[in-house]
């Protein structure tokens, strides 16, 4: 029997913690994020014989560290690495809530997306066809209400099919201008050597490019040994970016 962490994303008000009840019913608990005010509610529940952990992350908009929030957020996931993210939406939203979606799709494959409210879409006339959306975003999609435990059962078997790693997404990925990519292609391999295979190379690269050091003085705090060398990762990357 395993434990797998499962970490729930998404906007503000798209039905995390309904989703979050839904799956945690009352085992559940709450407390606040190491050395910060903001709530950590985490519960789990058993599927198949194995338990999976569950955090509601705080919800944000996006994850560039502008907000305790917003760092809490991506902290987890970039770092804490779940063995999966559901990135909840709301399912009526969806033009706005795929910003934050396809940020988590730089950070994590390990991802599963949760349309949520569908029965408030259903109802405005929105049809989405979750598979042309699955194919086009290269991870499992699966249609939800969390209010009425519609869908729940899908989801669980999706969240299972990522967690044992029998499906294993390719997210698609936002491309950047040539020099943008190019820039991220020489920077990309020395993340790598730097930090291993357990971090997202590709998205710390782009923040380094983007002067956002904030992620260098977490992945510090969680590396310890290598903060040297993470230091100079930064000289290189910000020597790269201007
Ligand atoms: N109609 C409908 N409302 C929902 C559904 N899921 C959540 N809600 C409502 O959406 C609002 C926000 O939900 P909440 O779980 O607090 O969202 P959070 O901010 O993402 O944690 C609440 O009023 C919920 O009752 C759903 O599937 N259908
Ligand atoms: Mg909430």
């Given at each position: 029997m395993s434990t797998y962490r499962v970490a729930l994303i998404g906007n503000p008000n798209t039905g995390k913690s309904t989703l979050f009840n839904a799956l945690t019913g009352l085992r559940q608990h709450t407390g606040n994020w190491a050395g910060k005010t903001v709530v950590r509610a985490e519960g789990e529940y058993e599927y198949n014989g194995h338990t999976y952990n569950v955090i509601d992350l705080p919800g944000t908009y996006s994850l560039f560290s502008n907000s305790v929030d917003e760092e809490v957020a991506r902290d987890y996931i970039v770092l804490d690495r779940p063995d999966v993210t559901v990135i909840v939406l709301d399912a009526t939203a969806m033009e706005r809530n795929m910003n934050l979606a396809l940020q988590v799709l730089e950070m994590t494959s390990r991802a599963v997306v949760c349309l949520n409210l569908i029965d408030e879409a259903g109802k405005l006339g929105i049809e989405i066809r979750e598979q042309l959306l699955a194919e086009k975003l290269g991870v499992p999609v699966v249609k939800i209400s969390a209010r009425n435990k519609q869908g729940i059962t899908e989801l669980l078997r999706q969240i299972e099919n990522v967690a044992k790693r029998r499906i294993v997404p390719k997210p698609v990925q936002v491309k950047y201008s040539e020099e943008i990519e190019r820039r991220i292609q020489e920077l990309e391999p020395e993340v790598r050597r730097l930090i291993?295979?357990?971090?997202?190379a590709r998205w710390i690269a782009l923040r380094l490019l983007d002067g956002d050091d904030s992620i260098i003085a977490a992945l510090e705090r969680r590396l310890g040994a290598n903060a040297s060398q993470t230091k100079e990762m930064i000289a290189d990357g910000l020597s790269c970016a201007h």
């Open positions: 291993g295979d357990d971090y997202p």
